[in-house]
C-alpha cells in the first residue's frame, strides 16, 4: 500500500510490556503495510499528553480511560477508539522499611499526575485503608521510568509500577501491598483516544492504524514468534531473558484486549466522586465509539 505523506503523531506516557504490540508493529513494518506511518513520542507525563492531545498536537494517545472522561466533560471532542492494553498489572511497590498502609502516613508517593487514573485508585485505596489525604503527600514524577527511579534513589516511598520495573525493584529489596487487580478488579486498562473532528476526516488512516496494531497482536499471539519477540522486547526495554520469556507467555496466552462499557462506567463514577461534578453522568458511548475498531476488523 502507499504510504501517507503526512506521519501519524501518536503519543506514549511511558515504556511497558503493554506496549509490546507497538513495538512488533514498529519493528516489524506493519503500519506501513497498511498504508501509514506512525510517528510515537515517549511524553513521560499523562496530563502534558492529554493537553496535547485535546489541543491537536498529538493524533492518538494511548491514556488511561478517565483522561478521556474529564476531557469531554470540560468540552473536549475526545473519544475512546479501542482497547490498548489489558486491566493494569500494577504492584503498589513499597519502600523496604514500608510495611504496611500506616506506614506510608507521612511520606512522599511517586504518581504521574495527581489527577491521573492510577492516582484517583490509589488515593480511594489509602482512604478505604485509614488514611486521609493530609496524611501523605502524592509527588509528581512522571511515566514509569521516572517513577521507578523516584523510589531507588529515596526521593518516594511508594507507587503503582508496571513490569518490569516493580520486578526490577523486587529484585532490590522493594516490597508490594498488592496489586491494582486486587483491590479494583474490573478496572479498565488503557486505551487508545484521539479528537472525533480528526477521525472524522482521517478515517482511512485511522482504521489503517487499528489495523497495524490489531496485526502486531496477531503476531504476538502465535508461539512461533516468541524468540524474534523477546528480543523486540528487549531492544526496547531492560528486562532480563528469563522474565521476557515468561511476559511472552503470558501475554500470548490471553485474549485480546477490549473495552467494555460496564468497566468504562466503573471509571466513570469514580471520576465523578474524585471530581465532585454535579451533573448527570454520561453513558459510556459519550465517551466510546467503536466503529473505527469495527470497520478495521474483518
Do not use: C
Not at 82 to 97: F, R, T, W
Not at 119 to 131: M, P
Not at 213 to 235: C, H, S, V, Y
Request: aromatic share 10%.
Amino acid at each position: 500500500m502507499r504510504n501517507h505523506a503526512r506521519p501519524l503523531k501518536l503519543a506514549v506516557i511511558s515504556e511497558g510490556i503493554t506496549s509490546w504490540p507497538l513495538y512488533v508493529a514498529q519493528a516489524k513494518k506493519m503500519f506501513e503495510r497498511e498504508g501509514v506511518t506512525v510517528e510515537a513520542t515517549l511524553t513521560a507525563s499523562s496530563v502534558k499528553q492529554l493537553e496535547q492531545l485535546t489541543q491537536g498536537g498529538y493524533d492518538i494517545g494511548f491514556q488511561q480511560s478517565d483522561h478521556v472522561v474529564r476531557a469531554v466533560e470540560n468540552g473536549s471532542d475526545l473519544f475512546i477508539f479501542m482497547a490498548h492494553a489489558h486491566p493494569p498489572e500494577l504492584n503498589l511497590v513499597i519502600a523496604p522499611d514500608i510495611r504496611s498502609f500506616a506506614d506510608l502516613k507521612g511520606r512522599v508517593i511517586a504518581v504521574d499526575g495527581k489527577r491521573s487514573g492510577y492516582a484517583l485508585l490509589l488515593r480511594k485505596l489509602l482512604a478505604d485503608k485509614g488514611l486521609r489525604d493530609s496524611d501523605y503527600t502524592f509527588k509528581e514524577f512522571g511515566g514509569s521510568r521516572e517513577r521507578f527511579e523516584a523510589l531507588q534513589a529515596g526521593a518516594a516511598f511508594a507507587s503503582f509500577l508496571n513490569p518490569p520495573f516493580d520486578r526490577n525493584l523486587f529484585a532490590a529489596g522493594f516490597k508490594s501491598l498488592g496489586t491494582v487487580s486486587d483491590y479494583f478488579p474490573s478496572y479498565p486498562g488503557t486505551i487508545a483516544a484521539a479528537r472525533r473532528s480528526w477521525a472524522r476526516d482521517n478515517e482511512t488512516r485511522l482504521v489503517a492504524f487499528i489495523r497495524g496494531m490489531n496485526a502486531a497482536f496477531a503476531w504476538l499471539e502465535d508461539k512461533n514468534n516468541k524468540q524474534e519477540a523477546i528480543g523486540i522486547l528487549r531492544a526496547r526495554l531492560e528486562i532480563k531473558p528469563d522474565a521476557a520469556a515468561r511476559a511472552f507467555d503470558e501475554f500470548s496466552a490471553k485474549p485480546r484486549p477490549t473495552v467494555m462499557p460496564e468497566a468504562l462506567r466503573q471509571m466513570i463514577d469514580i471520576v465523578w466522586d474524585a471530581e465532585g461534578l454535579k451533573g448527570p453522568q454520561g453513558a459510556p458511548d459519550k465517551y466510546l465509539d467503536l466503529s473505527y475498531l469495527h470497520k478495521a476488523t474483518p
